[in-house]
């Protein structure tokens, strides 16, 4: 799959457009979604500016640089996703959250963010390219993740606000849910194949 959404890598002067991490599995992908089918879809959300952020939520002074630098302010309770226009971030620790772009963009969050941050006692690190986001939705995509993924998905139990770093099978996820029937889920990308894989065969006998 093509990156029509973000600037294009340049080698030797000459300008190559970025591949997604899933090219691989492009055709699963795109026969599911074909299928059109209410229990189950599956789809990348290709791009995204992703960081890992390191910092002290009690210093008064990251807490500021971060919301000036992206208009969120980092959310403290953990598991807990805090939401943007442009950005969201996922809580990953007591120190430690993921920033994402909402939409595919120029990577910029980590230029953004250093620039922020100044002398504080803080660290960004763009990793965008090590990572991938897709989108599983339907009426029974739960029922497609747990197959998979050993939390408690219950809709009482994980809800949209929160966040959870968890596996599916072999691959390390963390998942998102953003609506009752859809869900994010950010996946290495050494796993992108694998995972688009499993979770379609995992998906199969629903699906029937």
């Given amino acids: 799959m093509w990156n029509e959404n973000r600037s294009n890598a340049a080698v030797a002067g000459v300008l ?32 995204l500016d992703l960081a890992n952020v390191r910092g002290d939520a009690r210093d008064g ?7 000036s630098a992206i208009g969120v ?9 805090a939401r943007g226009a442009e950005y969201d971030v996922l809580w990953l620790g007591p120190d430690e959250w993921l920033v994402r772009s909402a939409q595919a963009r120029t990577p910029q969050l980590e230029s953004k963010l250093r620039t922020a941050f100044g002398t504080l006692f803080a660290s960004v690190v763009d990793v965008g390219s090590g990572y991938t986001v897709l989108e599983a939705s339907g009426d029974r995509v739960r029922d497609v993740i747990s197959r ?24 390390p996820i963390v998942l998102i849910p953003t ?14 194949d694998y995972f688009c894989r499993i979770i379609v065969d995992a998906a199969a006998p629903i699906l029937l």
């Fill in 148 to 171: 998979g993924c050993p939390l408690d998905l219950h809709p009482r139990v994980f809800q949209p606000g929160q966040c959870a770093q968890s596996h599916y099978f072999k691959a």
């Fill in 179 to 192: 609506a009752h029937d859809t869900f994010e889920l950010v996946v290495r990308r050494s796993f992108g």
């Fill in 73 to 81: 302010r980092v959310p403290e309770k953990p598991n807990t996703v």
């Fill in 16 to 47: 190559l457009p970025l591949e997604s991490p899933l090219v691989g599995a492009q055709a699963l992908l795109d026969a599911n979604q074909a299928r059109q089918s209410k229990a189950f879809r599956l789809r990348e959300r290709p791009f």
């Fill in 61 to 67: 002074a990251f807490v500021a640089a971060m919301e």
